[in-house]
């Protein structure tokens, strides 16, 4: 049995269009399935929940890296695997798992490969699957907001990015990596990475891999903000890591502060000054 969970607002109404088409798909294939609509906040968690219980074997998610967030919290560990058709604004975290950007074909994919657990994260015991951090992709998120009413893609992202180039201060941020020293410093920004991609496909963490027990911490130092525009070519190209500048290290435990008291967690930016997080190694299952 396949539960499919839509968010009918996701992309635009992208994701109901292409929940409904899905749902005859599967129809017209012979394989079970029930259809959902997603209708108020977390409302997918408890469908998920709910399938999880009845002994679906997948439930697909259809709509952005949100709708996955919330059908993710309903699955943790149980038999029953998610997956993601890319339906939203953003995405990001699909990219991780090398799934088709086209909804159709992200259904085929997933139906030719078998579940296989991934790692998740905590942040102050609250799940993540992506990436979390501090610095300029909080203020990128806060103007990319407001364009999502009218350009979809990578284009409000693109936007934020050009906007907090001019409007940037950097975050004085202190942290401790495992069991290492404490380090105290001002940055451009720091991510905790379990997935690759922030941001509609910025590629921030691009070593990083969602099965490995590890995160990947990018910390980039704080620079002039009229140098910030020579480093977002290769920023867009996946070249982070070879920045004079960045910092990149793998460990299992992050405690961080930062004085701006707002953090980024899976895309979404909350009021938070302190932050302890952690793997959760293989607690999911999901195709890819």
Request: aromatic share 8%; hydrophobic share 40%; glycine share 10%.
């Amino acid at each position: 049995m396949i539960d499919v969970i839509i968010n009918p607002t996701a992309g635009n109404g992208r994701a109901k269009a292409a929940g409904e088409q899905i749902g005859q798909i599967l129809l017209q294939r012979g394989i079970d399935r029930r259809v959902h609509i997603s209708n108020r906040p977390y409302h997918a968690t408890e469908l998920a929940k709910e399938a999880a219980a009845a002994g679906s074997d997948t439930v697909l998610s259809v709509g952005g890296d949100g709708t996955a967030y919330e059908i993710a919290c309903g699955l943790m560990n149980t038999d029953t695997a998610l997956g993601i058709i890319p339906a939203g604004t953003g995405n990001d975290f699909v990219k991780a798992l090398h799934t088709p950007r086209d909804p159709l074909g992200a259904l085929d994919y997933i139906l030719a490969h078998p579940a296989r657990t991934i790692d998740t994260g905590l942040v102050n015991e609250r799940l993540f699957l992506n990436c979390c951090g501090v610095g300029f992709d909080v203020m990128v998120l806060d103007y990319s907001l407001k364009a999502k009413k009218y350009v979809k893609g990578l284009l409000p992202y693109l936007y934020g990015v050009i906007r907090t180039i001019f409007t940037y201060k950097p975050v004085h941020v202190t942290y401790t990596l495992d069991s290492n020293e404490r380090v105290e410093e001002d940055v451009l920004l720091l991510s905790v990475a379990n997935g690759q991609y922030i941001g509609g496909g910025i590629p921030i963490a691009p070593m990083a891999q969602v099965d490995d027990g590890l995160f990947d911490v990018v910390v980039v130092q704080a620079i002039p903000r009229r140098k910030i525009p020579f480093y977002l070519p290769g920023l867009m190209k996946g070249k982070v890591a070879a920045f004079s500048i960045t910092r990149h290290y793998r460990c299992q435990c992050v405690k961080l502060a930062a004085s701006s008291g707002r953090m980024n967690i899976d895309g979404e930016v909350i009021p938070l000054e302190e932050a302890a997080f952690t793997v959760t190694q293989a607690a999911l299952r999901i195709h890819w």
